[in-house]
């Protein structure tokens, strides 16, 4: 059977911009971060939305980590912080743990 990649979609807090993709870290309409409390949600048509080979690509399957410096998210390629250059070997958590600390990780859209 053949592997799927799906691409999670989350909710602007600020202006309400619903479906955002996740390789977004910011809302693709007022351009505000998305934070800690972001939860994801899968589409509801999975087969339409499973990542083509171009975009499989452009993202990544690790999570994204949290600077211990500055509370920046970035890529799980980056090796250091993209906003203040903070190794990413001194920082403790990446997305996905905070989410399993808080018991928000994904959930179904209603």
């Known amino acids: 059977m053949e592997e799927k ?3 999670g979609l989350w909710d ?4 309400g911009q ?5 390789r977004y870290d ?7 971060p998305r934070g800690i409390e972001t939860v994801f949600y899968l589409p509801d048509d999975l087969d339409a939305a499973t990542l083509t ?6 993202t990544t399957n690790g999570p994204d980590w949290l600077c211990e410096y500055c509370g920046s998210y970035n890529k799980c390629t980056a090796t250091c912080c993209e906003n203040c250059a903070g190794d990413k070997t001194e920082s403790k958590y ?3 743990m905070l989410h399993k600390l808080t ?4 959930r179904k859209k209603n």
Do not use: W
């Open 103 to 106: 018991g928000k990780l994904f």
């Open 12 to 15: 602007c807090a600020y202006c």
């Open 53 to 58: 080979e171009e975009e499989k690509a452009k």
């Open 18 to 22: 619903v479906g955002i993709k996740a």
């Open 5 to 7: 990649r799906i691409e």
């Open 94 to 96: 990446n997305y996905g």
């Open 26 to 32: 910011a809302c693709t309409s007022c351009d505000r």
